[in-house]
C-alpha cells in the first residue's frame, strides 16, 4: 500500500501534541494532550501513544512511513533515548523503542531546535534552500543547522550551541555556568532581567505600571514610547542581531530563519537585527544570504518531527 | 595504468611551493619558486606551470590523478577563478582552465584555509575524525571545517569566517570594517598592536630592547618574566581560547586542530586554550573533543592541495 502519511509528535513539559501529516506538510488529523510530567515516565509514554492511536484511528497503519518525535534535549539521538530533561521525567528513557514495538513502524527522535529546523527546512520560510541555519530566541537562544541540505547534528548530537557563545567577556551569569553567553544578552530572559534591574532602580519607566513584568510588557511599553523599554530591546536585540551575524560568517548559509517569542515583538526585532548584519557581517557572504522569519511557529515542533520521519523513513 | 600520484601547488603571494605526492600523503618530489607577483597574472601561471612541470617530469601523466591548487580567496571554486586576492596579481582569473587544458587532468582549486583544512584531515592530526574543525592563527583568523567527513564551503564558498565572528562589542577595529572581531583581539597582530600600543605608554617593559617588536618578541619577553608581555599574551590568547570554545559549542566536532605562526608561542598557548575551552563550552560537547597542535604547518598548504586532488580527483 502506498505509504501517504507520517506521525509527527511535539513532546513538550507541558503538553503533548501529535498530528497525522501528509507527506506535503498538511495536518491530516491532530491530537493534543497535557503531559503531566509529574506523573512520571510510564504516565507520560503512555500519554504519546494514546496521542498516537487518537491520529491513526482512521488510517491503515500500511499508510504510514514512519514516526518522527521531537523532544528537548539532550538526547541520544542513535539510541532513540532521552537522556535527561529539565521538564520531562525521563532519564535515560528509551522512548523510540516502545513506540516502534507497538506500531511495528521505523521511528525516530530529535531534539526540539533540530526538528524545528526541519519543519522550516521542509515546509516553511526555508523551502528550496541548501543551507540554512534556524534560530530561535524565547526564553533561551537555540538554533540547528541545514547543511548541503541535511541537518547536521555534531559528533554528540548537540551542534549550534549558539546561546552559548561568548559574546561578552566578564559578561552577565548564564545558566550554563558561563559568563557573557548569547543567551545571557540577547534571549527573552535577558530582556526580561534587564527590565527588572531597571525596576529595582530609581529610572523612571512605564514599566511600573505592570505587577509582573516579562518581554512582553518590555515591547508593549517600547511601543508606546518608554525611553527605558527602548533602551533595553536596543540593546539586547543587538546582541541577538550579533548572533546572526556571527552565524552568518561562520555558516556562509542562504537563508537565516529566526522564530521564537522575539520575534513577535514587532518591527523593531527585524530592523535591529538586519542593522547589526550589515555592520558585522562579511559582504560577499551577507549578499548571498537572506534573513527570513520562522512560518511555522506553533506547529514548528509537530511539523517538524513529522518532517524527521519523511526525511529519515526513506 | 593505476593513478599512483597527485600534483599539489601551494600558491602563495611569495611563493608557488608544488609537489609530486602519492595517495597517502608522501611528497615525492617538490619544486618551490618565487612568485614575483609584481610581474602580472600570465607570469603568475607560466611559473605555475613551470613548478609542475618540474615535479612530473620522471612519471607518466596516466600515473597522475588530478591536480589540486590552494590559493588565497576569494575563489570561485566551482568555476576555478580567483576572484581576488590582495598578494596576488589574479582579478577574475580562470586558473584551472589552463591548467586542464595543458595536461589533461582533473583540476581543483580551492582557498588556502580549506585546504590547510584537508592536509590536517587526511594526513595531519585530524586524521580518523569525521568531525573537524582547523583553525589558523597568525596575522589573521582562518579555519576550515570537515564535516559528517567533507570539507563544509558554504553557500558561497567562504564559510568559517570565524576570524570575523564579533566577541567585543565596540572593541577594536578589524580590518573587515567592523569592530570587536575576533581577529581583532586575538591574532598575532592583535599581540603585536598591543606590544605597540604598551611602547608607546610609558609602562617598563623589555619590549623596549628591540627596534622592531612582532608576536614573536613578545612571546620571547613572556618567557622571561616581563610583566608587560606576559599580560599581552593573556588577554590575547584567552581570545584565541574563545574562538576555539564557541566553535567547539557550534560544531560539536570530534577534534579542534590549531595551527599558525602563534602556537609556535609555546606551552602557554595550549594552556590559555585549554582554559577557556574548559571554562567557556558546554561538559557534554567539550568531553567528547580534543584540541590537537597542527602537525604540517610549512606543508600544509602543499599536502592540501593534493589531498583536494585526492578527494576531488575520484
Do not use: Q, W
Amino acid at each position: 500500500m502506498d505509504k501517504k502519511y507520517v506521525v509527527g509528535v511535539d513532546l513538550g513539559g507541558t503538553k503533548i501534541y501529535t498530528a497525522l501529516v501528509d507527506l506535503e506538510g498538511n495536518i491530516v488529523k491532530e491530537n493534543t494532550i497535557k503531559t503531566e510530567a509529574s506523573k512520571g515516565e510510564i504516565s507520560v509514554l503512555n500519554k504519546v501513544l494514546e496521542t498516537i492511536d487518537a491520529v491513526i484511528e482512521d488510517v491503515n497503519l500500511n499508510e504510514i512511513k514512519a514516526i518522527g518525535i521531537g523532544s528537548p534535549g539532550p538526547l541520544d539521538v542513535e539510541k532513540g533515548v532521552i537522556v535527561a530533561s529539565a521538564n520531562l521525567p525521563f532519564e535515560n528513557f528509551n522512548l523510540v523503542k516502545p513506540i516502534k514495538d507497538k506500531y511495528g513502524l521505523p521511528t525516530f527522535l530529535d531534539n526540539d531546535a533540530n526538528v524545528a529546523t526541519l519543519a522550516e527546512f521542509m515546509f516553511g520560510a526555508g523551502r528550496g534552500t541548501s543551507n540554512m541555519i534556524f534560530i530561535t530566541a524565547s526564553t533561551g537562544i537555540g538554533a540547528g543547522a541545514i547543511l548541503n541540505g541535511k541537518i547536521y547534528r555534531g559528533s554528540t548530537s548537540n551542534a549550534l550551541e549558539i546561546g552559548h557563545i561568548m559574546l561578552m567577556k566578564d559578561g552577565p551569569r548564564c545558566g550554563c555556568g558561563n559568563t557573557g553567553c548569547a543567551e545571557s544578552l540577547g534571549s527573552g530572559t535577558a530582556i526580561m532581567k534587564r527590565a527588572k534591574e531597571a525596576l529595582e532602580s530609581h529610572v523612571e519607566t512605564s514599566l511600573r505600571n505592570y505587577d509582573k513584568v516579562t518581554a512582553r510588557e518590555v515591547f508593549v511599553e517600547a511601543e508606546k514610547g518608554d525611553k527605558v523599554s527602548k533602551e533595553i530591546l536596543e540593546l539586547s536585540l543587538s546582541y541577538l542581531g550579533i548572533v546572526v551575524a556571527n552565524t552568518i560568517n561562520i555558516f556562509d548559509p542562504e537563508m537565516v530563519v529566526v522564530g521564537g517569542g522575539v520575534i513577535n515583538g514587532g518591527k523593531i526585532v527585524f530592523d535591529i537585527i538586519e542593522r547589526e548584519v550589515l555592520n558585522r557581517s562579511l559582504k560577499t557572504i551577507r549578499e548571498n544570504c537572506k534573513i527570513e522569519k520562522a512560518e511555522l511557529e506553533g506547529k514548528a515542533g509537530v511539523l517538524g518531527a513529522a518532517a524527521l520521519a519523511i526525511l529519515e523513513g526513506k
